[in-house]
Each structure stands twice: as C-alpha cells, then as structure tokens.
C-alpha cells in the first residue's frame, strides 16, 4: 500500500491520471492543457501525472511521452494492450498511483481549463465530507443538459473528476474493481462513491460528490461528414447500447450481494445476465438497435489473455 505524503513537508502532491486510446490528435493538447493548469497551482501543489494508454494503435504513446518531456510534468507514459478504460482505472487506483494528498482522474481528448484542478481541491477543502469532485462539461451538443443534471443530481463525470485520498486508499484496501471491459466504469466508481464503498449502507447519499460548475474541460467539436468522428460516433451509439445492458445486469449482481459480490468480468455478467431470462434480457434489433449490435460483438469476443491487461512503461519523466 503506498504510504501517505506528510502534509506538511511542503506543498501537497497531486497525482493526475490520463486515459485514453487512439488520441494521437488530442493527446499533446490535453496534457499541454494539464501543465497549464499545474503552473497555476505550483506554489499549493507538486502534480505528477500518469498516462494510461489502452488498446492504442496510433502515435499515442511517442506523442504523449513528448508532450509529457516538452510541458516538463513529472510523470509517466503507460501503453496497456488490452483496449479498457475501466481496467486502466483499475490499474491507476490500485498499482500505478504515486502517494499523493488528491487523484484527479482525466480522459486524454479532453482539454481541461487552467484554473480546474485548484478549483476541484477547493471544493473538497470547502466541503470536507464530500470524497471526491466532479467538474462539468461545457462543449458539446449536451453539454448544458449535462451540466444542469449533475447540479441536480451528484454524480461523475469522465473526463474530469478528483477524489480524496483517504477514499482511494480505503477502495484499494476493500480490494473493489471495476469489471474488466464495463463500459460505464466511470458510473460504477461513481456509485462506490455515493455509497461510500457499502452498497447495503447508509443509502445513495449525493453530497458524497461535489460537483464545481468553474471546472470543466474543452472537446473538438464533432464533424458528422468526418468519416473519423463518425465512426468513432458510431462505436459510441453501440456501446451505450451495450452501457443500458451493463446497468440492468450490475444493479441485479449489486442487490444481490453488494459491491463484493462484483463479476471480474463485465463479458461473462452480460452473458450470465441474459443467459438467466433471454426473452425478456435480450435486446430486439427493432426496439434498441445499437444494444442488439452490442450483443452481437459480444457473442464473438473472447477474454484477454493476462499479458494484454499488463502496463508497458514507455516513458518515465522527471520534472524540470
């Protein structure tokens, strides 16, 4: 278990971790973007950040490791073969982290804005029972409804969030993980959250996150006659598909046997899901188009092997 920085030996460490896969475009902005926002808060905080790069095949990992060297940030380059935001979550939260007083966790395409991390840290210090914040988007054709849901209704974010220490050290200590290949990961965190790691507990309390309306991020706008955003927009309609099937099934395996009785595997949960009622689990082509795809992929996927799900280090960099 890493071991607690001691607050007062000096400003305190942040530990930021990137995620993404095949962002070559965006990977050099967002982490220019990071800098930025790390100069602001030099003289409060050291942050050190740690690239997680799942199922890449572009340029990433070289871009990231120039960036990283170029912007000067302490920190690390990742490339795990196995394409999973929710394992590379995993990794982070339970193997990569360095010690640190706040984990602030960031998807790769986004660009946050300069002033975020100081004010995500503000709010926890503002609302010291909340364990984590959660900043809202501002681009993109839902951006306003999202944000307005969230400020309603407590909840994550992706693509740009912190969490306490103390909250991260007692998930890695329970031993709790994402299911390898869950789509909404980032939804099942939030719940551990929001339970405060005991889903039999206390109940869904939602000032256990804090949402910040002045943090938040920039993302390209999406080009519908780019056949590369269309086709990543595509991939995204199948797995929300894929997301709407996940929800059922984990809310079943959840009040069953709570948090500790989670699948290893989100794959094997779908299938034993629908396997258990077909009529009534298995999505119509007709009703939900995109969770039929979804089920068609599965039907044809096959587990990692354990050396795709290890991290590769590309890069190590000290700061300048």
Known sequence: MNAMPDPA????????????????????????????????????????????LNGTTDDSPALAAAALREAGLAGEVHQVPHADKSHALNLFLHELRPPATLYFCIDAYAEIWPDSLRHLARRLERQPEALAAAAVPSSGRSADALRQGMLRHSGLHGS????????????????????????????LL??????????????WEGWRIAVEPAASWTTPRWQPWRWQDLRRHLHRLVRQGRGRLESAALRQAIYTDGFAGLPKDADAMLRDWIAADPRARRP???????????????????????????PRLVLRNEAA
């Open 160 to 187: 740009l969030f912190a969490l306490r220490a103390t909250f991260v050290e007692r998930l890695a200590s329970a031993g709790l993980r994402l299911p390898i290949g869950l789509y909404r990961g980032d939804g």
């Open 190 to 203: 939030g719940s551990f959250l929001l339970h405060d790691l005991d889903a039999a507990k206390g109940g």
């Open 284 to 310: 119509k082509l007709w009703r939900d188009p995109f969770a039929w795809l979804a089920l068609a992929r599965l039907r044809h996927a096959a587990p990692p092997a354990p050396d795709q799900l290890r």
């Open 9 to 52: 030996a000096g400003p305190a460490r942040w530990s930021v971790g990137v995620f993404g896969r095949n962002e070559a475009a965006r990977i050099g902005a967002c982490l220019r973007a990071i800098a930025r926002a790390a100069a602001e808060v030099r003289a409060e905080a050291v942050p050190h950040v740690t690239v997680l």
